[in-house]
């Protein structure tokens, strides 16, 4: 429970933070002038740092060809020189690339700086591009340790340079209507949450063949995964996290493999093994990976049972928030079929959801939500599908980004605030992990 110490610190923290950062509506109508939606007859001049998956397409292709009106990608930059040359091509950007950050900033002089590299890299960019003037917008999650989240908070501060952490999740036709049940307060108060996800043996093993694998790039799944299902909790419940506590194992992959190799490609084991993916098929894959591993021997069709994989399969965390509502999560990563369920208990009734994203059968639909009231009847309905790119939540959070002016009624653009406080539970549940014991957030971030 919260006691009085711990009650304090997040008030301070609360304040500092809010004045660091800036709230939801400062932040759109900073983010408004910092894009360039007040002047738009000067475009703003985009530099992005991690040409990968993520970065090449979302970031880059989907960025020039929706958004080329607003904006301007004027630098790429990225350590493997071969990946970087191919995802411009890839893009259509006609920019120049960099293999070192600081050349690419002095050179292209860009108002923002996005950032899609790997996970622990983040909080590196993140702070050179404030320091250097620029806005920073990151990919989630915002950082994989405390002492990072710290950084970030105290650069903030000293440069005024506002982080955008783009959440994409908070804009999935699930998430929204979540939300506004919640906010419609048809079930009363909260006062407990049941939350479950599920990866299954295809996107869930597919983060033990990357870097993805070792918590020193990824902080673990608690964090690279679950900071959006962490974050989605803290704003469904308007609520910060105080406490956490988690268990973690390794059951499925890793060492717990009977049989392994270096990687899929070459693996001897390929007819016996249930896991093998064949790169060689995917033609993107082939070109942003395989073709670019010379530069930095990285290799994407890794072993998932290569022995020193050290982040985990299963994971249960229970989180308690400043408003003593609490939350049993659990995060498993090898299951027949991807999803989630989540049931929020309040005083006056329950709002149940199941949500499928992946399943091997055919799903009439995307979500089914249920509400109960207490002492009345049940009602159910359903969602479809809200379409490509994480269920149509990737572009309603770009169109919002790069071209609505008015605030959102919902809450939803996040800043460092909401990028710390949602790391910081992944962080901690592996702090407990590892200790065995509680950690409460305020003994890993002070402000
Ligand atoms: N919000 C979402 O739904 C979503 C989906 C996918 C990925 N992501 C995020 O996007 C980021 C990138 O993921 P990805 O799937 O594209 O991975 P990726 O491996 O395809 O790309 C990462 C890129 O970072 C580059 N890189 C590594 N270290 C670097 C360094 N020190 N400096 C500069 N570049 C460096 C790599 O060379 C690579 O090109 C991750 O942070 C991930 O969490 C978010």
Redesign the pocket.
Known sequence: MADNKTEFSRREFLTSSAVALGAAGMFLIDSGRALGRQAPTKKQRIAL???????SSLWGKDLIKNYGDVLEMVGL????PI?LEYAKKYMGATCPTFTE?EPMIKDTQPDTVIV????C??AK?IGLAMQAGCRPVT???MCTDEKMVQEILDTERRTGKKLLV?F??RYGPDATRIKEILMSREIGDVTSVDFHWYLDIYHGASYFR??HAFKQNSGSLLV?KAT?HFDLMNWWLAAEPVEVNAYGELRKYGYNGLIRGERCMNCPHKAACEFFWDITRDEQAMN?YVKAESA?G?IRDSCIFREKINIWDTMNVQVEYHNRVTMSYSLNAFMPYEGFTIGFNGTNGRLDVRVYHNQPWKVENFAEFRITQNFKSTKTFALPSGGEG?WGADQVMQDQIFRKTEPDPLGRPSGSREGALSALVGIAARHSIEQGRPIKIDELVKI
Request: proline content about 3%.
């Open positions: 740092v991690g040409t990968g998956g993520r970065g930059c990225d350590i493997n990946r950050f899609t590299t790997v996970d890299f983040h960019y990919e989630k999650p783009t994409n999740y990357r870097w690279h959006h942003l930095d990285y994480h």
